[in-house]
Each structure stands twice: as structure tokens, then as C-alpha cells.
């Protein structure tokens, strides 16, 4: 098997550096728009041989180091008791939010064997499939990040009704996120029984946050689920978008790996978290579009700046963005490959 | 006159720390909303009286300590020669972005004394009405927020357009950049002559770069732009909007103060900057939406980190939320006077 990802994340020395892309399954590939023309998101995310199929195509056709499950970091919310729409052009709607402490009261909180089965279905699925080709990622949303979308129904830019909640009614914000947790903590124990044999936590929103509210109102629930992974032995990658001043918060709620976006210097960011973790990341997905000097001067910066010191695995610092071409993607892949062979 | 702001902008002792608010007049006020019931946004823009008028009500309702010229960002495009439309709800759009070289040679760069007519008596208007009881800010977007709505056509996530024509159309780029930092330049020069005592410098959306492509494609053109209002010694205030990564950049293009959003602990941003500059923030404006106590916590956070060094500025870290209520706002001002007194 291809285990540079595993080691990498266990920051052994490694021939060259890992490289996978968040949302590298998606709408710029025509494998996974010929599936997707005819079916709904939710549908595609409920099969597990479709999200099987999908999670394995980035495999096929990028060399990348890692496979990512094909899923939604909000599939769990219909198994609290939430009603998720993925509508066109406008992202998910919650047609119930949280708006009050009966709404909280009424978060359901599956244990493991319960937990959306489909998921599990289709992680045994590809790890049939895949052959020990290369290792299986299994993800979910992270406490805040979900906890956004519950109590603003939808994705959102400000984020009102959450710091009003989290400021305003505190007991209510910290039963909620004590709920939000455990439902994470046992779909991702789940995951990672059914095979996933690493784990990504995305706090996609909480760069809303400054270091403090980060504190206070969410990092004991982030550090809750990741501590409560550690008995099953996978490495945690725990990325926090949009979190440049977070970073040392992010680390102390734990994860192997802590993912960085873009706006800040790998170099940088790696010195504040402290190299006892990985670091994951961070070109900017825009970089897909450039021309290929460009990407390639990019490339080879965060290379530079990661010194092939053991512990970093090359990513996006954001997901891949559905106007990139498959040959760019290929090549970025190839890039971070070529320029990180140890001799 | 109330010129506590002024001396605060040039880091002078003051008896007690200045505060204005981004989008201090707004959808929030009843006075506001009255106003706004009958003519759209850009009718209230562009009719000098209103926009007189607009301006001062926050001076009169809030006690704070700094007026803010009511304009828009995007104003001086039509004088460039783009048609902007303010849509309900979906922000700004540009009904003809600039996607070649031809857009780019159609940019009309108008002399100071011909660049929005309107915008300068209302300017004029505010200085007679305002009687001197408070200094009166002018402000722009810096070239490349302003950059970004002329490419993407309106507001955008991810700044595709924006950045394949950075990285893939270097000279195109160069040459916008260059006329739209002379439009501004124009812009603020003719605001200073018509009465602005100090100037503020929007880079709204500059948050989306990283600090290399910061320095290579956008600081050279905000450094054009305020050493070129240098000779006319008003001080000049820098914000970057998710900028936090960015800050050593920014105050090297320049800024007597530097605008910091919430993110960021303001201690820590200053040190960065160096107290060389002044700093303007930096609460989280949901706080608006927060109960008094944890108002009165952060509020004396702020001021705590800030030291009582000569030079700050209360200011929020963006634009007040349409939510707000005018007695909360009120409240925030009084906390910020009555706090920072000195004895």
C-alpha cells in the first residue's frame, strides 16, 4: 500500500511529500458531473455505491496520496432530527433551525450503530474497493461549524443568531454544542470502525471567531470529539478555515495534523503550532487556474517554506473549485510529487 | 471642536479614547429607514442635502466622535465609466466588468476637479451643518477592493476572475491597478480640498490574498495612493478586512493608523504594526447583539490590550449589522468614553 499520507501524518520520514485536495471528488470532474446529471446531492451522498464510485475517482485519475468519502459534512444533522435541503445555487437549507431550548432538547444523539448506516456502508465499500491502494480519509464537520448551520438554517455570512446564542443565551449554546459533539464524536468513531483509517474535523465557519469566543464557546467541544477518537489510534487532521489567528487555540484542542488555509505562511503557521504536529496545507485553490509557472513558483514556495521537515502533507487551502480542469489538477499533483522526491 | 479623534489619529495624548463605528449611518436608524423608504440608495448617494443629512445622524444620536461621509465604495466607478447597480438584497452589480484589455483602455481616470461632483458638496454641505462639532471623514476601497467589483461584476467568494487575470494577465492587471489607484487618488484629493479631515482606505475584500501575492500585485498601488495625499496632511486610516496575515504589509504601504478587524487581539496587532502607527478597532459587531455585560467585557478588553497608549482609535472591525439597535449602538459609545477616561 501507498502509506506516504499515514506516515506523514505520524511524521515519519517519507520519500516524498503526500498530497491530496479537499473536495478533490467533485463538479470540475466529468466522471463525477455524468453521475451527477442524474441525481440529486443527497441521493449521490445516500448510495453507497455512488459515493463509493465517487470517493474512488479522484484516485483513478489524480495520483493522489489519499481518498476522501464522498459525503456532507451535514448528512449527520438528519439523524439529530434536522431537515437538510441542498438546493441549487443557494447551498443547504435547514427548514427546522434552533431557535429555542425545545429545539435543543429535541437534537437526537445516535450512538455508533445507528448513526447513518449509508456512511458506514459505503466506507466498507470503497475500502473493498480501493485495494490498498492508498489509505481512506473519513471526515465530519466540526462542533461550531455544524452548530452555525443548525442555528442559522442555512450557511451564513455573519453569523448573528449563533453569537447571539452564544452570548446571549449560554446554557442553551453549551447544551447544544454538547449535543452537536457527541453525535460527531460517535458518526466519526463509526467512520472509523466501518474502515476509515484517518480523520479530517472541518470547522469550515469558525474563523468568525476571535481567540477569545474560539476559547470560551468552542474549542472544549472540538477538543471533546478529537480526544474521544483516541483510543481507536487513527491520525486526526484538524482544519480550521479562515483560522490564521486560532492557530495555537486549534492545536491545543488536539489533532495530529492541523490543517492551515492560504492566508498565512506555512512556515509561519507551523512555527506557532509547534512541530510535536503535522501540517497540512495550503496552496490557494484559485492557483488551479493559473498558469503553470505560476503554480509551479507556488508549489515550490510552501515547499520551501515546509523544509522537509516530516509531518507535512500538501493540500488546497480550501476545496478544489469546480471551474479548475482535470489536467491542472493532475499537474499540481504531479508538481508537489516531482519537487518533494527526496534524493 | 471635539478633536479628540484628530489627535488621537496623530498619536497624541488624549483625554479619552475616540470612537466612531463603520456604517454608523445605516438600515439600522429609524431616521435612516425614513429616508431610505423613498428613494433608492444611490438616489440617497448622490443628492448632496441627503447624504448631508444622513451623515449627521449618527452625530447627533451617538455621541461619537468622528463623522463619516455617506457614500458608497463604488461611487467613483460611473465616473470610470462602469454602470453599477444597487440591487435589494443581492449587493452591488457591474453591468459591464471588465474581461479584456478593451475594458481595461475604456477606464476613464477624471481630474480631481471633475470626479463626482456630488460627493463633494455633500461634503462641503456636512462641514457647514457639522459646525465643528466633530471631524469629518472622507473615504474610498482601496484599489483592490475596488479592482474586485470591476472584474467579478459585484461582490464574489473566491475571487476566481480577479486572480486568474493577476496571475495570467500580469500587464492587464498592472495597467487597471494603476488607473484605478489614480481614480482614487483623484477621488480623495478632491475630498480632502472639499473639507474631509481625515481619510479612511477600505480594503474590503483584500483578505482573500496571501501576503506574497499582496505584495506583488496590490501594496505598490495603496502605497501610490496614500503617499500621493500625503502633501494635503490630513491622516490617512488603513483597514484590511481579514487582514491579519497581511498587517506588516499594510502598514508598509502606509497609514498614520491602521484599521484591524476582530479576529485579531488588538495588543498583538499592534505590536505587529509597531506603535509607530496608530490602530482603529476593533470589536466584533455582533457584539451590538449581545447583552450589556458581555458588551461591557469586551469593550474593556479592548481598551485593556490597548494600553492607554496614545493612538487608539475605537472602532468596530466592520460595519454595523442592520440588526443592531440604536440603543445598544448608544450604549457602546457611552462604555468606550466612560471607560477610557483618564483621571
Wanted: some cysteine; overall charge neutral; charged content about 25%.
Amino acid at each position: 500500500m501507498n502509506d506516504v499520507f499515514l506516515r506523514a501524518c505520524r511524521r515519519e520520514q517519507v520519500e516524498y511529500t503526500p498530497v491530496w485536495l479537499m473536495r478533490q471528488a467533485g463538479r470540475y470532474m466529468d466522471d463525477y458531473m455524468k453521475i451527477r446529471r442524474r441525481r440529486s446531492f443527497l441521493e449521490m451522498c445516500k448510495n453507497p455505491e455512488i459515493a463509493a464510485e465517487i470517493t474512488l475517482q479522484p484516485v483513478n485519475r489524480l495520483n493522489v496520496d489519499a481518498a476522501i468519502l464522498f459525503a456532507d459534512i451535514l448528512l449527520p444533522l438528519e439523524d439529530m432530527g434536522y431537515e437538510v435541503e441542498f438546493t441549487k445555487g443557494e447551498g443547504p437549507l435547514i427548514n427546522n433551525p434552533v431557535r429555542s431550548g425545545n429545539d435543543v432538547e429535541r437534537i437526537r444523539v445516535l450512538p455508533e450503530e445507528e448513526i447513518t448506516p449509508y456512511v458506514m456502508e459505503a466506507i466498507r465499500l470503497v475500502r473493498k474497493e480501493i485495494a490498498g491502494r492508498v489509505p481512506l480519509i473519513g471526515f465530519a464537520g466540526a462542533p461550531f461549524t455544524l452548530a452555525s448551520y443548525m442555528i442559522e438554517g442555512g450557511s451564513s455570512r455573519d453569523y448573528l443568531n449563533c453569537k447571539k446564542m452564544m452570548w446571549g443565551a449560554k446554557d442553551l449554546w453549551h447544551e447544544l454544542m454538547s449535543r452537536v459533539s457527541r453525535v460527531i464524536l460517535n458518526y466519526l468513531r463509526a467512520q472509523v470502525k466501518a474502515g476509515a483509517q484517518a480523520i479530517q474535523l472541518f470547522d469550515s465557519w469558525v474563523g468568525t471567531l476571535n481567540r477569545e469566543d474560539y476559547r470560551e464557546y468552542v474549542m472544549p467541544y472540538s477538543k471533546l470529539v478529537i480526544q474521544g477518537l483516541k483510543d481507536l489510534g487513527v491520525p486526526i487532521i484538524h482544519f480550521a478555515n479562515n483560522g490564521s489567528t486560532l492557530l495555537e487555540l486549534v492545536k491545543e484542542a488536539g489533532g495530529d495534523v492541523i490543517g492551515i488555509d492560504w492566508r498565512i505562511n506555512l512556515d509561519e503557521a507551523w512555527a506557532r503550532i509547534g512541530y510535536d504536529r503535522g501540517i497540512q496545507g495550503n496552496i490557494d485553490p484559485a492557483v488551479l487556474l493559473a498558469p503553470r509557472q505560476i503554480m509551479e513558483e507556488k508549489v515550490k514556495d510552501i515547499l520551501n517554506r515546509a523544509e522537509n521537515r516530516p509531518g507535512h502533507i500538501f493540500n488546497l487551502g480550501h476545496g478544489v473549485h469546480k471551474e479548475s480542469r482535470v489536467e491542472d489538477v493532475q499537474a499540481l499533483v504531479e508538481m508537489v510529487h516531482e519537487y518533494s522526491r527526496r534524493a
